[in-house]
């Protein structure tokens, strides 16, 4: 996580966006064995965010324009299958995904990996985003702002992880009927005779699909840094099967 995070660091140190303050990467090293990244401190006047999460547009252009490609193609989906074949439940899970999503054509780019109103602040200079443990490249469009509406319901509301699921669909329909709507980003630039304005998503579905994908995957990975299961992991598994079961 440490070495993810000082990637990520110093890739917007190398290409600094000024729709996002970034802390700079002050020394990526390591001692007694551990990696440590020294990060420099937040600006002075950052202030907290209201509740809510939101647009990660500036993330998504780090590395360049999103690519539209099918899933099972993206090297973000084949890490997570690679990743989880050992696990036999969350592998039966992807599987699924897989049969519904693989052949859907959605947008791919980087990704904060936690976009959370904790992890987000103001500043004179705008928008402030730290922790970048979890980001990388390649991931689905959008699920910066479905896993935050998922965290803010589970971690700073207490609900349950099928209630936050639940979250994480409502954001992921408003997501997807925004990239469509009159005054967003791609329409204007059609309307301007630029280019033309596609979703940069296959589907609402196609976006909780993957946002719950990464969540096991993740889940997967904790349990082998930790080298036992993270505690949300029976609830998690619990409510992907009972979803599952109830679009069957």
Known sequence: LVSTEARALAAWGAHPDPRLVVPGLLA???????????????????????????????????????EPQP??????WRSRRDACAHDARVDRLLDRIEDRQGAAVGSMARWHGDWVPWN????????????????EPGAPVGLDEVHGAFQQAHVAEGRSIAAAL??????ASSLVARSTSPTSPAELRARAGTEEAPSPFASARWLTDLHLAMLLSRAV?????????????????????AAEVAEA
């Open 71 to 76: 899933l099972v193609e993206a090297a973000w």
């Open 166 to 171: 639940d979250e994480a669909r409502h954001a």
């Open 28 to 66: 990526d090293t390591t001692w007694n064995g551990m990696r440590i990244a020294v990060v420099a401190p937040l600006p002075d006047d950052a202030r907290r965010l209201p509740p809510g999460v939101p647009s990660a547009w500036a993330v998504r252009e780090l590395d360049g324009p999103a």
């Open 221 to 241: 990975r904790l349990e082998q840094l930790a080298e036992r299961p993270p505690a949300h992991r029976a609830e998690l598994l619990a409510a992907a099967e």
């Open 120 to 135: 987000l602040a103001r500043c004179h200079r705008g928008l402030v985003a730290w922790d970048w443990e979890y980001s």
